[in-house]
T-cell receptor, first 114, second 111 residues
Framework: NAGVTQTPKFQVLKTGQSMTLQCAQDMNHNSMYWYRQDPGMGLRLIYYSASEGTTDKGEVPNGYNVSRLNKREFSLRLESAAPSQTSVYFC?????????????FGEGSRLTVL | QKEVEQDPGPLSVPEGAIVSLNCTYSNSAFQYFMWYRQYSRKGPELLMYTYSSGNKEDGRFTAQVDKSSKYISLFIRDSQPSDSATYLCAMSLGGYNKLIFGAGTRLAVHP
């Protein structure tokens, strides 16, 4: 059972470089999310896609873009990385619209921007 | 003011202790109340959830919701070193609405 798969797991960037974090889920979930987690800040929502074909800003969208490529895949792009974007990024998915809709997380992608 | 407030700890207890973790919230419309557990360098995983008010028990874990006080708790009985993790509370209106997370409380259970 793969669940939610994120790549890469680790990445070091220089300020100004760009990169894309990839996320795929195999649970036929309709909603997908990108969070960042920083010490003492908890999980902060960057962007989400409630259903295929839609994306919306979360709490901290500045400096990021997303693409819901299809129902399975949701990517997060940093166009010009900044040291403030050093964080652990989590992708998550859920079957929204039915009951509580448990959120399933990937293992995380650790990004360092120098 | 954040929608969900959670003391980040850290909380250190001896093995066998009863642990109480808490969150307060401001939106009285929340219907689903969840606790996620996150081990070091892993993604969070759902531990328990409660719909509306009341208690729910699962083994050594008990989740309580007091909607009148806008306060939720997670109790861990006979705590074990394997319970050492960060515990995040989360709440939702249900349906397609987003989950709102607390900051997480780091718990260490020492032998």
């Amino acid at each position: 059972n793969a669940g939610v798969t994120q790549t890469p797991k680790f990445q070091v960037l220089k300020t100004g470089q760009s990169m894309t974090l990839q996320c795929a889920q195999d649970m036929n979930h309709n909603s997908m999310y990108w969070y960042r987690q920083d010490p003492g800040m908890g999980l902060r929502l960057i962007y989400y896609s409630a259903s295929e074909g839609t994306t919306d800003k979360g709490e901290v969208p500045n400096g990021y873009n997303v693409s819901r490529l299809n129902k399975r895949e949701f990517s997060l792009r940093l166009e010009s990385a900044a040291p403030s974007q050093t964080s652990v990024y989590f992708c998550a998915s859920r079957l929204a619209g039915t009951d509580m809709g448990e959120l399933f997380f990937g293992e995380g992608s650790r990004l360092t921007v120098l | 003011q954040k929608e969900v407030e959670q003391d980040p700890g850290p909380l250190s207890v001896p093995e066998g202790a009863i642990v109480s973790l808490n969150c307060t919230y401001s939106n009285s419309a929340f219907q689903y109340f969840m606790w996620y557990r996150q081990y070091s360098r892993k993604g969070p995983e759902l531990l328990m959830y409660t719909y509306s008010s009341g208690n729910k028990e699962d083994g050594r874990f008990t989740a309580q919701v007091d909607k009148s006080s806008k306060y939720i708790s997670l109790f861990i009985r006979d705590s074990q070193p394997s319970d050492s993790a960060t515990y995040l509370c989360a709440m939702s209106l249900g349906g397609y609405n987003k989950l709102i997370f607390g900051a997480g409380t780091r718990l260490a259970v020492h032998p």
